[in-house]
């Protein structure tokens, strides 16, 4: 199986290569960092397997690489591996040819499963089957941070230094530290930026 990994992050790309290198026959696997690399991979490489971001700084963003790399790869499953939940990104996802969304909370044993089912033909939304109806968002994904987690989580958005929020919530750097990283796994991404995003949409700012 030939497969394409498209992230801007290298540690996603790189813990993914290990993912399915562990539960697939892999014959190749490449990466590009931004979608306009994607486009040029696509171009030069057959591909049985696409994942990619959506959220990419520099260059093309996700749903507009999506829309080139179906037109290049007509039979490659292209799969979205992102952090973003929101239903208007999955539906226009599905309506420019993809053929699942996974959301990169998701643990590595899930991640294959949906994989496999995908590779067999079928269309997977976070988890359930896509059937070309209208995602609901009852469907959608849940905050999923603990109540200590949410704590340090709206204190660091605020933009509260470690020993700050350790100060605050009388607790060791050690452990803000840790539910940092927690969080981080949790949510898909440690970039502040994009955490924001995420208080202001679930309204946690306002806590």
Known sequence: MNVLIVDDHEIVREGL???LKDAF???SLKFASEGREAIQKAFQNSFDLVLLDLSMPDGLDGLLTL???RGILPKAKIVIFSM???VEYQMKAMEY????YLVKRFKSDEIIHYLQSILKGEKIVNGKLYTNQPIKEDDNWKFPLSPREQEVFILTVKGYTQKEIAETMHISIRTVENHRRS????LGTKNKSEWLKMAQKYKLLDL
């Open 84 to 86: 973003y939940d929101e």
């Open 67 to 69: 829309k080139e790399l």
């Open 17 to 19: 290569a290990l993912l």
């Open 25 to 27: 026959p892999i014959q």
């Open 183 to 186: 969080i981080s796994k949790k």
């Open 97 to 100: 040819g993809a053929d699942g």
